[in-house]
T-cell receptor, first 119, second 115 residues
Framework: EPEVTQTPSHQVTQMGQEVILRCVPISNHLYFYWYRQILGQKVEFLVSFYNNEISEKSEIFDDQFSVERPDGSNFTLKIRSTKLEDSAMYFC?????????????????FGPGTRLTVL | DQQVKQNSPSLSVQEGRISILNCDYTNSMFDYFLWYKKYPAEGPTFLISISSIKDKNEDGRFTVFLNKSAKHLSLHIVPSQPGDSAVYFC??????????????FGKGTLLTVNP
């Protein structure tokens, strides 16, 4: 069964450093998302991406964050200058199409996550 | 801003019995609801969903009930199995009006099924 993959599984970085988290969404999916979960807190929406542009972003997704789909398969989240409070699990998700009533098209499928630790 | 609430942080049931996980929401714009299961060190795994035009959706041992007037949904697992032990997240989204379908999650309920 196709699945979303993420690399690395764990990233440790120093405060102020740049990190890039990578995701390979399910191949025929068109909508992509990043979420994060700070330890002990809810899973929170960061950004959605469709047709090579950001379609929505949350207040968390400030100028330090950016997303990119550099080729036909990868979807990346970059944090330019990491802060201690960026430490969290980051989940990538993808969805088949932008709306519609066919079964499964409304469901987001998640990757295993990248644990980011900022020291 | 708790638009989706799961008020029970944990639930313990015996194998073979019914597990009922509850979720409340406050945003009346939500029209699509999902349940995800999450094991430690893994991402959320989709379980079952329900549209606001329905009040029940069933898939094998899993049934989701939606009470729109009460803004409440529940997940029933019958019979419960030890392998069901995980954190269960309720999530909601807005499908109408060209939404991006971003998910709003509850805090999760840790289900433990005892053999």
């Amino acid at each position: 069964e196709p699945e979303v993959t993420q690399t690395p599984s764990h990233q440790v970085t120093q405060m102020g450093q740049e990190v890039i988290l990578r995701c390979v969404p399910i191949s025929n999916h068109l909508y992509f998302y990043w979420y994060r979960q700070i330890l002990g807190q809810k899973v929170e929406f960061l950004v959605s991406f469709y047709n090579n542009e950001i379609s929505e972003k949350s207040e968390i997704f400030d100028d330090q964050f950016s997303v990119e789909r550099p080729d036909g398969s990868n979807f990346t989240l970059k944090i330019r200058s990491t802060k201690l409070e960026d430490s969290a699990m980051y989940f990538c998700a993808s969805r088949l199409i932008a709306g519609g009533l066919r079964k499964g098209t409304d469901t987001q499928y998640f990757g295993p996550g990248t644990r980011l630790t900022v020291l | 801003d708790q638009q989706v609430k799961q008020n029970s942080p944990s639930l313990s049931v015996q194998e073979g019995r019914i597990s009922i996980l509850n979720c409340d929401y406050t945003n009346s714009m939500f029209d699509y609801f999902l349940w995800y299961k999450k094991y430690p060190a893994e991402g959320p795994t989709f379980l079952i969903s329900i549209s606001s035009i329905k009040d029940k959706n069933e898939d094998g041992r899993f049934t989701v009930f939606l009470n729109k007037s009460a803004k409440h949904l529940s997940l029933h697992i019958v019979p419960s199995q030890p392998g069901d032990s995980a954190v269960y997240f309720c999530a909601a989204s807005v499908r109408s009006g060209g939404s991006n379908y971003k998910l709003t999650f509850g805090k999760g309920t840790l289900l433990t099924v005892n053999p």
